[in-house]
């Protein structure tokens, strides 16, 4: 991953825009381990502050298969492991940014 660091964009409010951030940054990272051309587009639309279309459904789809804290206990749910923390509301954030951004998701 750069040391440059990375553009959300204008995500309203603080706690919003660093959890785009912290999970755009995760996304980027495992994109550039598997699909290399993917993530050359993917974070020349982040640095820039816009993401193409394929870009936005594969940050959608990324995060929403990633969610990793269902809140489910160990009676209802299976603990689902991942290299960062992501809650159903992380999910709907990053969801609700890329909507703002004129992405269907």
């Given at each position: 991953?750069?040391?440059?660091?990375?553009?959300?964009?204008d995500?309203?409010?603080?706690e919003?825009?660093?959890?785009?951030?912290?999970?755009?940054?995760?996304?980027?990272?495992?994109?550039?381990?598997?699909?290399?051309?993917?993530?050359?587009?993917?974070?020349?639309?982040?640095?820039?502050?816009?993401?193409?279309?394929?870009?936005?459904?594969?940050l959608?789809?990324w995060?929403?298969?990633?969610?990793?804290?269902?809140?489910?206990?160990?009676?209802e749910?299976?603990?689902?492991?991942?290299?960062?923390?992501?809650t159903?509301s992380?999910?709907?954030?990053?969801?609700?940014?890329?909507?703002?951004?004129?992405?269907?998701?």
């Amino acid at each position: 991953m750069s040391d440059k660091p990375m553009r959300a964009g204008d995500v309203p409010g603080s706690e919003d825009r660093g959890t785009v951030e912290r999970l755009a940054g995760a996304w980027l990272a495992e994109t550039e381990r598997h699909d290399t051309d993917a993530a050359r587009e993917a974070r020349t639309g982040w640095e820039r502050g816009a993401l193409s279309e394929r870009s936005a459904q594969d940050l959608a789809t990324w995060v929403t298969a990633r969610v990793t804290d269902t809140g489910f206990t160990e009676d209802e749910g299976p603990y689902v492991a991942g290299p960062v923390r992501i809650t159903p509301s992380d999910k709907d954030t990053v969801h609700a940014w890329l909507r703002a951004r004129g992405h269907e998701v």
